[in-house]
């Protein structure tokens, strides 16, 4: 999770809501990435996207099996849907979000017994890092848009 905070940070420095992922397999890190909505005007460039798509670059195939992903935030309603779709095996995120989550806040899409696939869900993990990092950036943001 600490090297998803990393990716976070490089958000934060370019002005992007500062969420990073990574995505894990066989102990190895195949994909990293952080939001990229702004920079690249895209609604989709969520760094959970982001990354999935360098994993099956990476890996030659859509089907993520055996890899796990760490992200700072819980993931939305898009990006739960791309993880389940990507058969991603685990999930490790730290902050809740109760404003979009849909993995434990609003929705719990990835345990959902009615899809074709599950993903286990580890949440908490470096939350409070997570947390603090997302509340400093809109801090900022509300105070630069004052000025």
Known sequence: MGLALEEAK????IGEVPIGAIIVRDNQVI???F???ELGRN???HAELLAIQEACEKLGGWRLIGCTMYVTLEPCLMCAGAIINSRLER???GARDPKAGAVQSLYHVLEDTRLNHQVEVIEGVLAAESSALLKDFFANLRLKNKS
């Open 31 to 33: 994909a990293s990435a």
């Open 43 to 45: 609604a989709t460039h």
């Open 35 to 37: 939001n990229k909505r």
């Open 91 to 93: 999930l490790i995120y």
């Open 10 to 13: 490089k958000a934060y420095e």
